[in-house]
Antibody, heavy 117, light 107 residues
Framework: QERLVESGGGLVKPGGSLTLSCAAS????????MSWIRQAPGKGLEWVSY????????YYSDSVKGRFTISRDNAKKSLYLQMNSLRAEDTAVYYC??????????WGQGTMVTVSS | ETVLTQSPATLSLSPGDRATLSCRAS??????LAWYQQKPGQAPRILIY???YRVPGIPARFSGSGSGTDFTLTISSLEPEDFAVYYC?????????FGPGTKVEIK
C-alpha cells in the first residue's frame, strides 16, 4: 500500500539549516505532484511548498520563499525540503503529502523540526 | 490569498448527534474544496474532495456540500471515532490554504 516516510527533523539553532526527506513507496512516485505541509505545536495546518511530477513547476508559501527549497529524485522515489535561515516560527511537524486533483490524498506521519537556541 | 474561515471553532456533541461544520472562503473557490480529519498524534486524512465527493473508504455518514464561498461538512450521526479536528482546504489558487479547523469534542 501507499507509504510516505519523512526523516531529517531535529533540533537546530536559529539561522541554521536542515534538510528533510520523504521516501515514497506503494505508488508510482514519478506520476504524482507532491507537497510539504507543516503544523506548529497545537496549531493548524500550513501548506509550505509544492512540486509537480517532473520538478519544473514549484510553488512556495510567502513565509518560506527564499529560505526553503523543494526538490525530488524520481529515481529514488524521494522528496526533499532544504530549509535555510531557520527561525523559531518554523518549529513544526513537517508532513509530506501526495497531491492529486482531489487534494492531499495521502500523508506521511511527519517529522518534527524544532528551532531553538 | 484565499482565506478560509471555519465555524464553530469547537462543537460539543454526543455520540449519535448530527454535526454540521461550516467553511467560508474569502473569494470563490468554485467547488475545489476538500475536508480533512485529524486525530491527536496522527496525520490528517482526506474525507471529501471537490466539495461533495466522498473519498473511497470514508463512511457514508460524512457528506459535503456547497460551492463558491460557502461549504458544509455534515456528519449525520457521530461515532466515537469521529471526535477529532476537521480542516477545509482550497486548491483553486496559490497559495493553497487551509481553514483554522473545527474541533468536534465529546459533550
Amino acid at each position: 500500500q501507499e507509504r510516505l516516510v519523512e526523516s531529517g527533523g531535529g533540533l537546530v539553532k536559529p539561522g541554521g539549516s536542515l534538510t528533510l526527506s520523504c521516501a515514497a513507496s506503494g505508488f508510482t512516485f514519478s506520476n504524482y505532484f507532491m507537497s510539504w505541509i507543516r503544523q506548529a505545536p497545537g496549531k493548524g495546518l500550513e501548506w509550505v511548498s509544492y512540486m509537480n511530477s517532473v520538478g519544473n513547476t514549484i510553488y512556495y508559501s510567502d513565509s518560506v520563499k527564499g529560505r526553503f527549497t523543494i526538490s525530488r529524485d524520481n529515481a529514488k522515489k524521494s522528496l526533499y525540503l532544504q530549509m535555510n535561515s531557520l527561525r523559531a516560527e518554523d518549529t513544526a511537524v513537517y508532513y509530506c503529502a501526495k497531491f492529486s486533483n482531489d487534494g492531499f490524498d495521502f500523508w506521511g506521519q511527519g517529522t518534527m523540526v524544532t528551532v531553538s537556541s | 490569498e484565499t482565506v478560509l474561515t471555519q465555524s464553530p471553532a469547537t462543537l460539543s456533541l454526543s455520540p449519535g448527534d448530527r454535526a454540521t461544520l461550516s467553511c467560508r472562503a474569502s473569494q470563490s473557490v468554485s467547488d475545489y474544496l476538500a475536508w480533512y480529519q485529524q486525530k491527536p498524534g496522527q496525520a490528517p486524512r482526506i474525507l471529501i474532495y471537490d466539495a461533495s465527493y466522498r473519498v473511497p473508504g470514508i463512511p457514508a455518514r460524512f457528506s459535503g456540500s456547497g460551492s463558491g464561498t460557502d461549504f458544509t461538512l455534515t456528519i449525520s450521526s457521530l461515532e466515537p471515532e469521529d471526535f477529532a479536528v476537521y480542516y477545509c482546504q482550497q486548491r483553486t489558487s496559490w497559495p493553497l490554504t487551509f481553514g483554522p479547523g473545527t474541533k468536534v469534542e465529546i459533550k
